[in-house]
């Protein structure tokens, strides 16, 4: 017997209007997203150890895909002249991904990652649109997530893109061997829409 698969499992992530994007050198990049499975975690792993002074370890990765969260990628096609890194069989490169844990009425955002040498780009942000479309077509009102306190780049990403500031976590992140760091809890309220039919 087979295991019916989850809506995002197929090719259903909705794409913000572009889905292409125009980088800094005006040349278009071609985009999609792809379900994350146990073949690409060697892959995930690179990125996020290479983004991350306390990366989640593959266990973290391994345990969210068989708890059946919706893990996505980011790949892009590689522009002209560049050598993607992490190299994938496909040719293309993981720009980005994100893992999210759905609720009653509400989605839990639990990592969001741009690989180093795409930050600053817009990805992010592309990335959580996605996401919030996703979210309203599944009947959810409100997007949570965690940040570091410390972490001021990715609070400003976050309150632009309408994230306000619920909390906070105590010792919720690792900072040091004896040291811990809080975490801002963030809420983006999300405007009803239909429910996507499953």
């Not at 980005?96 to 639990?110: K, R, T």
């Not at 992010?124 to 972490?151: I, K, P, T, Y």
Request: net charge neutral; hydrophobic share 40%; proline share 8%.
């Amino acid at each position: 017997m087979t295991t019916a698969l989850p809506d995002w499992a197929h090719g259903l992530w909705p794409a913000p209007p572009d889905s292409r994007w125009r980088s800094l050198d005006t040349v278009e990049r071609r985009v999609r997203f792809q379900p994350m499975s146990e073949d690409d975690l060697d892959t995930v792993h690179a990125v996020e150890t290479s983004a991350y002074g306390h990366p989640w370890t593959r266990k973290h990765f391994r345990d969210s895909l068989q708890s059946g969260h919706p893990s996505v990628m980011l790949l892009g096609q590689p522009l002209p002249g560049e050598q993607p890194a992490p190299a994938r069989a496909d040719g293309r490169w993981l720009m980005g991904y994100f893992i999210a844990m759905a609720g009653v009425e509400e989605v839990h955002l639990l990592n969001i990652t741009v690989a180093p040498v795409h930050q600053r780009q817009g990805w992010a942000r592309f990335m959580l649109d996605a996401l919030a479309l996703w979210s309203r077509g599944q009947g959810a009102q409100a997007l949570w997530l965690e940040v570091r306190e410390s972490n001021a780049p990715a609070r400003r990403l976050y309150e632009s893109y309408g994230f306000e500031a619920m909390g906070l976590r105590r010792g919720y992140y690792p900072l040091t061997t004896h040291q811990r760091e809080d975490a801002v809890v963030m809420c983006l309220r999300l405007p009803a829409s239909a429910r996507v039919p499953a």
